[in-house]
């Protein structure tokens, strides 16, 4: 039976670290490394063990870093190579992994290939970006821009004008267009070598792995992304030859892809291929935390913004849909539990936070959800003390609507919530100064906080290995409750979850014969077993875990 993922990575929960918002060391107003560093303990104290660091590399940050202009070399603004390597070291010390953000898909213009890939006269480089062989020519129906260098052409961009595509060929090249190269032209493969070569270089001075970003779009004109799928085959080859312990992690949004594309894990995500069942649909009721009904709107009272019409699962309304979400996870999760993880996050970079119009105890009920279900989760940097999107933020470095869930980590209740010692126009973003907004000093000083019970959350999960990534799921009830049982070995455990705000019962077949419902996290919850069934009480938003003791 082959090898699923590195054992470590079963145990494994992720905190996303976006680096200019998390702990600026030096009073610049931007995060940094050796912010980081400085916070390693404050990791352990929480329960991860594992980081995902977005990247920190070179870049004129056009796109919050998501533009490289060296993939070598540490952006100054964070720190040193030394500084990332120090990083490494003392997350080793104490237990945790590091793993970097690849951008494989594109470069910033700034980038010295892309320097040379722009210059009239022919070189190594022409082919490792995508160019047609005159601005005036048709593009191919291809994002492509003109009028940004020497060289007589039109370049390929996968997101931003800065961002040309690297050139890792055609699955299927158009003839009428012979600059459409196929994927085992040398010029390609040299950019696959490139790819292989970044990665080593960071593997070898100590990263754990590396989330992949934008990881389904390499192989342009392939269909079902069989090609794409190969080139990630041949890099998790490199990596179980040569880095048995490193991770691959995909931003793709579609396990059966990724994971057989040698993905160990794959995010569930808000961008993905059509007919996936996300968590970020905007279809009204059928969504887990981030389905809103297509009449909703923001109406701003004082300072703060409510939203209008918000239904999902995990609303203390209790008008959301769990079956719709399952019938596909479920789906996904049984075609790809052989090959790798499913991966729930919080949230990410990317999104909008998950804290908005819900209570401590309604993110304390997502937080169950996501840190008792299989796979490898992901806790965005400030949601476990529920910080909330700041709407109306001016774009920064790209951000866009994105930077109202890109501001600084809220340490304490100080000007600046702990982050830096700038003045307060000179952060990378305005802190949240907004009347109840948390920090984290406030919270770790309240036993009944959600940070307290987000910490609750992961010492279970970390001592119950049914729990963890590779345990295994059954649904029972997708309702009002969420009803499922997670096992391993001789262990099974029920798992209550409750969002709604209202009294609640239910019944639920036992899946074997058992003597009783031995309570792990309980609250105010009654458990009990009658006539061969399982049946839970309460009243509102509420979560539990029973071990099913035969």
Not at 374 to 402: A, C, H, Q, W
Request: charged content about 25%.
């Amino acid at each position: 039976m082959k090898k699923i993922a590195p054992d470590w990575l079963k145990k494994a929960v992720f905190y996303e670290i976006y680096p200019s918002s998390f702990f600026d060391s030096n009073g610049d107003g931007i995060g940094d490394l050796p912010g980081i560093i400085a916070k390693l303990d404050y990791l352990v104290d929480l329960g991860v063990n594992a980081v995902w660091l977005n990247p920190c590399f070179a870049s004129t940050f056009a796109d919050g870093g998501y533009d490289i202009s060296d993939f070598r070399q540490v952006a100054p603004r964070y720190g040193t190579n030394d500084d990332l390597l120090k990083l490494f070291a003392e997350a080793k010390k104490r237990d945790i992994r590091i793993c970097l953000d690849m951008v494989a898909g594109h470069t910033s213009t700034e980038h010295a290939w892309f320097k040379a890939s722009a210059r009239p006269e022919k070189n190594e480089y022409s082919n490792y970006y995508i160019w047609n062989n005159s601005w005036l020519e048709s593009t191919g129906g291809l994002q492509m821009i003109s009028g940004m260098a020497e060289r007589d052409g039109s370049f390929m961009v996968n997101y931003f004008s800065v961002q040309p595509a690297l050139n890792y060929g055609f699955a299927n090249p158009d003839p009428a267009f012979p600059w459409q190269l196929p994927v085992d032209h040398p010029d390609v493969l040299k950019v696959r070598e490139e790819l292989k070569n970044n990665m080593r270089f960071w593997l070898d001075l100590g990263a754990s792995g590396f989330r992949c970003d934008l990881a389904p779009s390499l192989i342009k004109k392939d269909p079902g992304k069989v090609a794409t799928m190969a080139l990630w085959r041949e890099i998790r080859e490199m990596f179980d030859a040569e880095y048995p312990e490193a991770v691959l992690i995909a931003e793709w949004a579609y396990a059966p892809q990724a994971l057989k594309a040698g993905f160990h894990c794959d995010f569930l995500l808000h961008c993905g291929t059509p007919g996936y069942t996300t968590l970020f649909r905007n279809e009204p009721e059928r969504d887990l935390w981030r389905g809103i009904d297509k009449s909703a709107f923001y109406e701003k009272d004082g300072n703060d913004y409510t939203v209008k019409n918000f239904h999902s699962y995990f609303d203390a309304a209790g008008l959301g849909d769990a079956e719709f979400f399952f019938k596909t996870y479920l789906d996904h999760y049984e075609r790809t539990r052989e090959d790798g993880f499913i991966s729930i996050p919080t949230g990410d970079h990317d999104m909008t936070r998950i804290s908005d119009f819900r209570s401590e105890q309604d993110l304390a009920c997502v937080f169950a959800f996501i840190l008792t279900m299989p796979g490898v989760p992901f806790i965005y940097y400030g949601d476990e003390i529920g910080m909330k999107n700041i709407p109306g933020l001016v774009s920064k470095e790209g951000g866009y609507t994105r930077t109202q869930a890109r501001t600084p980590m809220q340490w304490d209740g100080s000007e600046n919530k702990g982050f830096s010692t700038a003045p307060a126009e000179k952060l990378y973003l305005p802190v949240d100064k907004r009347p109840g907004a948390p920090d984290l000093a406030e919270q770790q000083g309240r036993p009944d906080s959600l940070w307290h019970k987000v910490q609750e959350l992961l010492k279970i999960r970390q001592t119950l290995p049914a729990l963890q990534a590779d345990g295994g799921l059954k649904l029972l009830l997708a309702d009002y409750p969420l009803v499922y049982l997670r096992s391993k070995g001789e262990e099974t455990f029920v798992i209550v979850i409750q969002p709604a705000a209202r009294e609640w019962r239910c019944e639920v077949e036992l899946p074997f014969a058992a003597a009783e419902l031995s309570p792990v996290l309980a609250g105010n919850i009654n458990a009990g077993i009658a006539d061969g069934k399982m049946c839970f009480s309460g009243g509102g938003t509420q979560y539990g875990i029973w071990q099913i003791k035969r």
